[in-house]
């Protein structure tokens, strides 16, 4: 038996890239190997967007070839962003590799292992669950000051809705592990289709859909605060399972920070935009992401973000420090905050959140909820691990439901007892 190990870094768009690397490999034969370690073709899917995902690919690199030099694993391969990004770096230092794949060559892999016949691609999938990703453009052409995607993946690049509809009924209809909750996923999602069909074609595309069977709940990612149009809400109000779990990452909410980092709309505008669409869905879960320490951000500045964040009501957050990337026009700004200063922001920004979710999350104690049932206990026959509506996967924190005989990817209604952190805790209802 021919076996493979594929270890996928970084982020969601780039796991299914490595999907379709799996689906190559077992086309040809190879098997899913647990580890690297006994693996025949080990492949490296690389993430090269910030330093410390340039740090991080350096410790596994080197773990990988003290595995082929200990003849542990057999051929190695690496393939991703950092094809872009820092190759010359990395190439001469790492002789065990056997072959640096261009970013999305899936014709090298295919030439690697003697694939002749070259047939339509698809994927396999490398996550437990019942959900997928759908990837639906690569590329982003905002070009914010502080960003490599650009540099390292090109302008927005659309994929064809057809090719997506179908992709999304194969994920729905996979015998192995059907797709529950669809995972609607770019780098800006709110451009998609900008560029092949010029106009933003996202309601068009979840219309699409949502019309798919086996699909019960739909959730978009990475919805650029520039370009989300709040009439898009009533496609929300309409249809049930397009969940109502808006991730707008706006980085920051003072206009002149916003200036400097290429953003378009400034800080009473974002919180408009909060305002209209807990107006118009009540019960909608907001989720953002923020900078710490971007160049020449002053301390009124960041108490400021603190205010915005608290008054905003986000259910879930996520904070960095600038990283200063070369390339990106940010590298070069005046007034460059030390990275000690930019952690500490970054950490009160955090604490505060916390407590502000906590409050948000324990007010679901006594209600119910919709729960996307995708584990089990192996300890506990009666305890299953799922998701509520408002958890996106990775990120949000966990539902632990108790109940029996939950079957994996079905959608069941808890009802909430305890919050622990960002994990709630619950009894599964009896079906009507």
Known sequence: MKSYYIESLGCAKNLVDSETFAYILERRGYQSWESAEGADIVMLNTCAFLQSALAELDDVLCQLAELKN???IGRLFVSGCVMNRALEDFQPLFPEVDAWIPLKDFARLEELINVREHN????????????AYLRISDGCSNRCSYCTIPSIRGSLCSVPMEKLIDEAKALAEDKASPCTELIVIAQDTCSYGMDIYGKKMLPELLTELLKIDGIKWIRVMYMHPD???THWLKLWQEY???????EIPVQHSEDRILKAM?????GNELRELFAVIKKELPEAALRTTLISG???????????????VRETGFHHLGAFCYSPEPGTHAFDLPDQIVFTTAERRRMRLLTMHRAESQKLLESYI???????????????????VGRAWFQAMDIDGRTFVNGRKLRSGSIVKVEINDVIDLDLFGNVLPSK
């Open 70 to 72: 200990q003849g542990l």
């Open 120 to 131: 339509t691609l698809g994927r396999v999938r490398l996550e437990h669950g019942s959900h």
């Open 227 to 229: 370009h989300f149009e």
């Open 240 to 246: 049930p399972k397009l969940l109502p779990y808006f």
């Open 262 to 266: 290429n953003r378009n709309r400034r």
């Open 294 to 308: 971007f160049p020449g951000e002053s301390k009124g500045e960041a108490l400021a973000l603190h205010k915005f």
């Open 366 to 384: 006594g209600s119910t909820v919709e729960v996307l049932i995708e584990d089990s206990d192996p300890d506990d026959k009666n305890l299953f």
